[in-house]
């Protein structure tokens, strides 16, 4: 399809396992962002790239969090050692430009148990 | 400290009527605020938008006001469907940031 495509929908992890989610954006999309949404809340910022590079990972919660986007176009989120608080529905989102309005991913839900 | 905030985690609106969502903020530097609508399962969609230096945007049935004074936005529904049904999101910007900075969000219910 032409939309955002994020894989896996669903994902159960052991605590202290590792993780990968991964992002296809829009064909030609610059901008990607990786947002973090916990149940009844909005979404929160993580990361985001132009291209391939990441110009902002500040909204990443700890080291054991880690984004790439090494040839600009698909990405991917790793969680390294995951703990119940990483459970959560993460939103992958691509956008022609920084300022434009940003098309959503389905998100991956994370369950860690 | 939310920034942004949607204060009625539900609404329940009857078929045909107007569904009016609401949503707070605090920083006054935001000066581009977006609407996004999200179902079950999918990720959310946007829906409308409105610069700081308007006061309305209209697009069909949606229409977003501005109240800069208050700090304040709602957007506007009519008449509601029962396709609306979806929880709506409220989310601002500061320029050149580029980060979306989002409500809770409201859970609209649309009665036949």
């Known amino acids: 399809g032409a939309g955002v495509s994020q894989s896996p929908r669903y994902k159960v992890a052991k605590r202290g396992q590792d993780v990968a989610l991964r992002c296809d954006p829009i064909?030609?999309?610059?901008?990607l962002f990786w947002y973090q949404q916990a149940l009844g809340q909005g979404p929160e910022f993580l990361t985001y790239?132009?291209?391939?590079?990441?110009?902002?990972k500040s909204g990443l919660p700890s080291d054991r969090f880690f984004a790439e986007r090494p040839e600009g176009s698909v990405s991917t989120l790793k969680i390294q050692r995951t703990q119940q608080e990483d459970s959560a529905v993460y939103l992958c989102?691509?956008?022609?430009?920084?300022?434009?309005?940003?098309?959503f991913g389905q998100g991956t839900r994370l369950t860690v148990v | 400290d939310q920034q942004v905030k949607q204060n009625s985690p539900s609404l329940s609106v009857q078929e045909g009527r107007i569904s009016i969502l609401n949503c707070d903020y605090t920083?006054?530097?935001?000066?581009?605020f977006l609407w996004y609508k999200k179902y079950p399962a999918e990720g959310p969609t946007f829906l409308i938008s409105?610069?700081?230096i308007k006061d309305k945007n209209e697009d069909g049935r949606f229409t977003v006001f501005l109240n800069k004074s208050a700090k304040h936005l709602s957007l506007h529904i009519v008449p509601s469907q029962p396709g609306d049904s979806a929880v709506y999101f409220c989310?601002?910007?500061?320029?050149?940031?580029?980060?979306?900075?989002w409500g809770a969000g409201t859970k609209l219910i649309i009665k036949p």
């Open positions: 989102a691509s956008s022609p430009a920084s300022n434009t309005e940003a098309f």
């Open positions: 064909s030609g999309h610059v901008s």
């Open positions: 790239f132009q291209n391939e590079a990441q110009l902002d």
């Open positions: 920083n006054s530097m935001f000066d581009y």
């Open positions: 409105i610069s700081s």
């Open positions: 989310a601002a910007i500061e320029s050149p940031n580029y980060q979306l900075i």
